[in-house]
């Protein structure tokens, strides 16, 4: 008998409509059992690629690739050290910076933050500050004018809006005859930036690097240069190359460094997510051994006449192989097609959610973003339906050997 006869009788057998309901039923819930499992693997692990998506590129809009700092804090001849980083075929752009930290006063709303001085030309073109305005340019931080930029949610929490007046006073004082004073300055709020990052959009600010050196008394000095590159996931050795170019000693680091664990604890996670939901498909895809087992018992007259009139149990075996193939290709692709539907427009599902039920499903001060993203990847959704393929034909083998196994006269005796 041919490849096309035990085909056609599998496929028969899936969609049969015998007096025996309960296993068409069954065969029915493993098919959808293996769909959903799918289909919530691919959901899950496109909005872990979306969070791994979204945290790379919220970071690399307020931190450099690459950042190259005095060792005692403080850089000086930095012009020196820009001109060494462009001269580097691997280096777009650098730029100067001061960071420290500073008291911000409001009336009466008071918070800590960091102050990061730069230069608004340079820092353009090493990160994405000035595309992530509200109100205001960062354009406005001129030498002089004592201008600062705010976070959305450090300026909610100051209470204070673009144009208001901040009082900025650093842990170092000056001595006085009356003693130890706290040096304190007026900046006005000259803009208000929105990352979508908790951590940034509430503890940092900026300040044009000029105002920053004399806050700080620097002088002439820097804190360091932040290089932008050309290849992001080369930034390691390209800042050390930059660095032995210069030749002063320095402390290098990179945008992997400084976020390591935001980036290993999303891999870790991702990892164990998908152990435990493959688990879950594997649950579902042995549910066809339940179901196969109830079709061989229902079909033992007919397998029986099949061995009768010349069929081979490779035959037998091969129709209920086919069986629960065709179950678990059918629950695949349809968890496929329905995952990667989900996961095409799960922003606007969550959305359109939110809106409705005026709910948050991500805190912004609990989470390090407050959308819920998501990254279709179509080398996940190909793994995903390859095991679930696997796992469903691995299923099929033990129920298929027993109906091979039927003895026709056994089979026959009551019949």
Known sequence: MGKRFEFWIGSRYVRSRSNNSFVSLISAISMLGIAIAVTVLIVVMSVVNGFERELKDRLLAMTAHASIEGTDGQLANYEELIAVAVSNSRVTAAAPYVAGQALLVFEKQISGAELRGIDPQME???????????????????????????????????????????????????????????????????????????????????????????????????????????????????????????????????????????????????????????????VAAFNIVSTLVMVVKDKQADIAILRTIGARPASILKIFVTQGSIVG???????????????????????????????????????????????????????????????????????????????????????
């Open 124 to 282: 353009d073109a090493v990160s994405g500050v000035a595309g992530v305005m509200q109100s205001g340019e960062l354009g406005d931080l001129v030498k002089g004018d004592f201008n600062i930029v705010l976070g959305v949610e450090l300026a909610d929490a100051l209470q204070v809006e673009a144009g208001g007046k901040v009082t900025v006073t650093l842990a170092e004082g000056r001595v006085t005859p009356a003693g130890i004073v706290p040096r304190t300055k007026r900046f006005t709020v000259s803009g208000i930036y929105r990352v979508g990052m908790y951590e940034f959009d509430r503890r940092l600010a900026f300040i044009n690097i000029g105002d920053a050196q004399k806050l700080y008394r620097m002088g002439d000095s820097v804190s360091g240069v932040r290089l932008a590159v050309t290849e992001i996931y080369e930034a390691p050795a390209i800042v050390r190359e930059v660095a032995l170019q210069n030749g002063q000693l320095v402390l290098v680091s990179d945008w992997t460094r400084r976020h390591v664990n935001f980036f290993r604890s999303i891999q870790i996670t991702k990892s164990i997510l998908f152990v435990i939901l493959m688990m879950v498909i594997a």
């Open 329 to 415: 290709i059918a629950g695949t692709l349809a968890g496929a097609g329905l995952g990667m539907l989900l996961a095409l427009n799960l922003e606007s599902i969550i959305g359109f959610f939110e809106s409705v039920f005026g709910i948050k499903f991500l805190a912004a001060d609990v989470y390090f973003i407050s959308d819920l993203p998501s990254e279709l990847q179509y080398a996940d959704v190909a793994l995903v339906a390859f095991i679930a393929l696997v796992l469903a034909l691995i299923s099929t083998i033990y129920p298929a050997w027993v109906a091979a196994r039927t003895a026709p006269a056994e089979a026959l005796r009551y019949d």
